[in-house]
Structures are given as C-alpha cells and as structure tokens.
C-alpha cells in the first residue's frame, strides 16, 4: 500500500496558509486516495504524534478517463507544523501522482511538492488533430513523440475549420466550411469513413460531441442554425433555428451533457439550447463584448468562458445563473480558449499579441502572457493537463496588425502562414487512447466535497 508523505514542515516565513492537493491515476485500473491533513507538537517529533485534522477518501478512475484526476483546495494549513499523507490502494496505487501546493497570503505560491509512483503509468498515447483550413486536411500529431503521425485528405473544397472527438477516442467529427457537411474519421486509421450533408447555405464554423457521444452539434454561420448530429447513425437529425443575424461560431456542450452554450457572433450573446428538446431555452446578452466566437467549461460546469474576439476579453458566465460574473481583458484578437483538465487554468489564444493568455480560473485574474513565435488560434491540453498544444499562424513581415471589414469588425491580415505549413489552423483537439475516455477533473469523494477551482 504505497504511502506518499510531504513529512513535518515547519510553516516559516513566508507563512503558508492553505494547500492544493492534485491527484492523478496514471495507471490502466481504479485506484483509492486517502487524504490526510496532520500536524504535530513540534517539527522535530516527526510522526511520533501526528495529529489528523482534515480527511477525505478519493475514487480515482482509470487513467484518460473523466474522473482519473482529483483536485482539492483551499485546505487549511495556517499552523506551525503541518504535513500531507496520502495512501492509496487498488490495483493501481503505485501509479497515483500527487502534486502539493503551499498557498500563501494573496493565493502567492511558496513551494511546489510533486510525490510520484514509478511503476506500470500509461504513457501519454494521445494524439492531436488540428484542422487545416486552406489545404483541405486533418494534421493529426503524435503527442507523445510530437512528430507529425498521420495527414487525412479531406474533398476538396472542404475547408475544415473545427474538430470535436468522440469521449471514447474512435471518431473525430469535422466541420467543413466550405462544402456544408460534417466528415466523419475513424481515429484507429486516419479515414473518412462517412460524410454528413448539412441543409445548403448551413456554413459550419464550430462542432462539439456531447459526453455521452451520442449526438455533435454544429454552429451554422451562414443560415443562424444549429445542426443536430446523430453520430450512431451518422446522420442530421434537424436543424435548431436561432435569431436572425446570430451568426454561430464556435460553441460548447455542458459537461453534464444538457446544455449547449452557442456563441452568436453577430448579436453578441450566447444562445442556451437544451439537448432533450433541442429547443433554444435562453440567451445571454454580452453585454459590452464584441464578436463572441468560441465558448469553453470548467470541469465541474460552474463557468462557461467566452472569447470576444472584437473586445479583446473574455466573459465569464455562472451556469447556474447564467449571470455575468466578469470580462477580463485578454490579448489582442483572441481566436480560441481551453481549460486545464483540473480546471485551475484557461489558456486563450491571443492573435494579435503572439501570446497565450493564462487565467486563473480561482480568481479570474490574467496569471502570466506566455509569448509565442507565431500568432495562437487555439488551445487543447493533454488529459494529465501537463502540456498545452497550441496552433499557431507564423508571422509575416508585411503583417498589420488589424484592418476592419466592411462589416466594421476587426480581421487578421497579411497573409499569415501555420506551423506544419498549412495557411489557417483551427481548434486542435486532442484524441484519447482507443476505448478510453478524455479525463476530467474531480474523482469521486466519498467524506467531503472539494472545489474543482484550484490556484
């Protein structure tokens, strides 16, 4: 029964006054946590006393699948001496990482602690798709050696511009711009095994699967609708007529599975379709956001963030109220978000400024801009949340920096060019092993209920 220990440590100054707990299952069955919380009289009594003041009993899931990862916050530690235990059993225990994080005073990190098991861990086996606009093909990227694996030819005249894969990894679903279809590719061999027509005029931009992977939804920009996919059958169910003029772009399913969040880019709101009557239930106007395009969820569901790419922000809405709770400014021209599997982190893809903007999602306040040698279009992270792939456009010298339209929004100009050479890239989402599912955060708990929101 491994046993994982941070030891005694004696709370000096800067003083830590709380800790985040992160477990991940990296092994291939279940494995039990138990989270222990201890103090002792003094540092140098070791364990010969400890004494237990918080506990909690964590089910973590095999790895890649929704609940293989467990974050815990907000943990009281404002003591002299204070230490974490965490033992774990079941056929994976020697696989559990743990990560400890001391917080101190202002949510300021003092020290990291990473407590890792060696033995059978599932490597990372992921690959990513990344849709090529212009040259009518799917990168598809080996992440574990970050070599490119595989190009699918899509027909020509595609113009794919959003990828959605299936919660078991099999299938990727591709919205094609330009021919108004969906294709449908077989992730085992990298084929198109069925093609979708859309309604004429439908001008997919954006496409999410539901949890279960029952249905996907596609975002219409050229007829203000959204498609209903029946990914058994692979076929259009009907199409959810929005206002006139909402334009949809990108859009997102809870992850619960019963609402889909529509970024209606030309009226600057967010229509709330039900997946039981595929009917729109609710619209959220933005507000002073323009150009709403893409829409991401924490974990847990709590928030949807928002990507105005016009305004240059991004909106953070309460599912629950469906409230508007805060706009943080983010770049310049954000194209794409995605949050960390933990749900501590929101990676937007900032155009214009060569960044990717970091956000705490605990406070909603921009963490770091990380700069890039190209201009970011979109975000996915591997499940583990240990690596973020970013597509990029390269920088051209004759770039400007933006121009409006004759529809009076701001576009990115000069002819920009993508990594892997490829003129445009789109949301690049990431496949899971075969048969395994795309991990979450927050594995069950049988004492207390942890927050999702990390630091």
Same mark, same amino acid.
């Given at each position: 029964?491994?046993?994982?220990?941070?030891?005694?440590?004696?709370?000096?100054?800067?003083?830590?006054?709380?800790?985040?707990?992160?477990?991940?299952?990296g092994g291939r069955?279940?494995?039990?946590?138990?989270?222990?919380?201890?103090?002792?009289?003094?540092?140098?009594?070791?364990?010969?006393?400890?004494?237990?003041?918080?506990?909690?009993?964590?089910?973590?899931?095999?790895?890649?699948?929704?609940?293989?990862?467990?974050?815990?916050?907000?943990?009281?530690?404002?003591?002299?001496?204070?230490?974490?235990?965490?033992?774990?059993?079941?056929?994976?225990?020697?696989?559990?990482?743990?990560?400890?994080?001391?917080?101190?005073?202002?949510?300021?990190?003092?020290?990291?602690?990473?407590?890792?098991?060696?033995?059978?861990?599932?490597?990372?086996?992921?690959?990513?798709?990344?849709?090529?606009?212009?040259?009518?093909?799917?990168?598809?990227?080996?992440?574990?050696?970050?070599?490119?694996?595989?190009?699918?030819?899509?027909? +020509? *005249? $595609?113009? @794919?511009?959003?990828? /959605?894969i299936t919660s078991? %990894?099999? =299938?990727? #679903? &591709? !919205?094609?711009?330009?021919?108004?279809?969906?294709?449908?590719?077989?992730?085992?061999?990298?084929?198109?095994?069925?093609?979708?027509?859309?309604?004429?005029?439908?001008?997919?931009?954006?496409?999410?699967?539901?949890?279960?992977?029952?249905?996907?939804?596609?975002?219409?920009?050229?007829?203000?609708?959204?498609?209903?996919?029946?990914?058994?059958?692979?076929?259009?169910?009907?199409?959810?007529?929005?206002? +006139? *003029? $909402?334009? @949809?772009?990108?859009? /997102?399913?809870?992850?619960? %599975?019963? =609402?889909? #969040? &529509? !970024?209606?880019?030309?009226?600057?709101?967010?229509?709330?379709?039900?997946?039981?009557?595929?009917?729109?239930?609710?619209?959220?106007?933005?507000?002073?956001?323009?150009?709403?395009?893409?829409?991401?969820?924490?974990?847990?569901?709590?928030?949807?963030?928002?990507?105005?790419?016009?305004?240059?922000?991004?909106?953070?809405?309460?599912?629950?109220?469906?409230?508007?709770?805060?706009?943080?400014?983010?770049?310049?021209?954000?194209?794409?978000?995605?949050?960390?599997?933990?749900g501590s982190r929101?990676?937007?893809?900032?155009?214009?400024?060569?960044?990717?903007?970091?956000?705490?999602?605990?406070?909603?306040?921009?963490?770091?801009?990380?700069?890039?040698?190209?201009?970011?279009?979109?975000?996915?992270?591997?499940?583990?949340?240990?690596?973020?792939?970013?597509?990029?456009?390269?920088?051209?010298?004759?770039?400007?920096?933006?121009?409006?339209?004759?529809?009076?929004?701001?576009?990115?100009?000069?002819?920009?060019?993508?990594?892997?050479?490829?003129?445009?890239?789109?949301?690049?989402?990431?496949?899971?092993?075969?048969?395994?599912?795309?991990?979450?955060?927050?594995?069950?708990?049988?004492?207390?209920?942890?927050?999702?929101?990390?630091?």
């Amino acid at each position: 029964m491994p046993v994982y220990d941070t030891g005694p440590i004696e709370n000096r100054s800067p003083r830590t006054t709380s800790l985040v707990i992160r477990l991940m299952n990296g092994g291939r069955d279940n494995a039990i946590a138990s989270i222990q919380a201890y103090t002792v009289a003094s540092a140098s009594e070791g364990f010969s006393n400890p004494i237990v003041y918080e506990v909690y009993l964590v089910h973590l899931f095999p790895f890649n699948t929704q609940e293989s990862t467990f974050s815990l916050v907000d943990l009281p530690a404002d003591l002299d001496v204070f230490g974490v235990r965490v033992v774990t059993s079941g056929l994976a225990g020697d696989n559990v990482s743990v990560a400890v994080t001391q917080i101190g005073a202002g949510g300021t990190v003092i020290a990291a602690r990473d407590l890792t098991g060696e033995l059978a861990r599932v490597g990372r086996l992921l690959f990513a798709y990344n849709a090529n606009n212009s040259q009518d093909t799917l990168t598809v990227v080996n992440t574990e050696a970050n070599t490119i694996a595989a190009t699918v030819a899509l027909p +020509a *005249g $595609s113009s @794919p511009i959003g990828v /959605a894969i299936t919660s078991d %990894g099999t =299938r990727a #679903y &591709v !919205a094609n711009f330009g021919s108004d279809s969906v294709a449908v590719v077989d992730t085992a061999s990298n084929a198109v095994t069925a093609s979708i027509a859309l309604t004429p005029g439908s001008t997919p931009a954006g496409i999410a699967v539901t949890p279960d992977s029952l249905f996907a939804y596609a975002g219409n920009l050229g007829n203000d609708t959204v498609s209903v996919i029946d990914t058994v059958a692979n076929v259009l169910l009907t199409d959810i007529q929005l206002a +006139a *003029g $909402s334009r @949809p772009f990108g859009l /997102a399913v809870t992850p619960d %599975g019963l =609402r889909v #969040y &529509v !970024a209606e880019s030309g009226l600057n709101a967010i229509a709330i379709i039900s997946t039981v009557t595929n009917s729109v239930i609710g619209t959220i106007p933005l507000l002073d956001a323009l150009l709403p395009i893409a829409v991401a969820f924490l974990p847990d569901g709590s928030r949807a963030y928002v990507v105005n790419q016009n305004s240059d922000s991004v909106t953070v809405v309460d599912t629950a109220s469906d409230a508007i709770v805060t706009t943080i400014m983010a770049g310049v021209l954000p194209f794409g978000v995605a949050v960390s599997p933990d749900g501590s982190r929101a990676f937007v893809a900032g155009n214009l400024s060569n960044s990717v903007i970091v956000i705490n999602t605990a406070t909603d306040a921009v963490l770091m801009e990380i700069t890039t040698a190209g201009r970011p279009v979109s975000a996915a992270f591997t499940p583990d949340g240990e690596l973020a792939y970013v597509s990029t456009q390269l920088n051209r010298r004759d770039r400007r920096h933006r121009r409006r339209g004759r529809d009076g929004n701001r576009h990115a100009s000069g002819g920009p060019r993508l990594a892997f050479d490829r003129d445009y890239a789109d949301p690049i989402v990431l496949k899971p092993p075969t048969a395994r599912k795309t991990a979450g955060s927050g594995g069950r708990e049988s004492s207390k209920q942890a927050s999702n929101h990390t630091i």
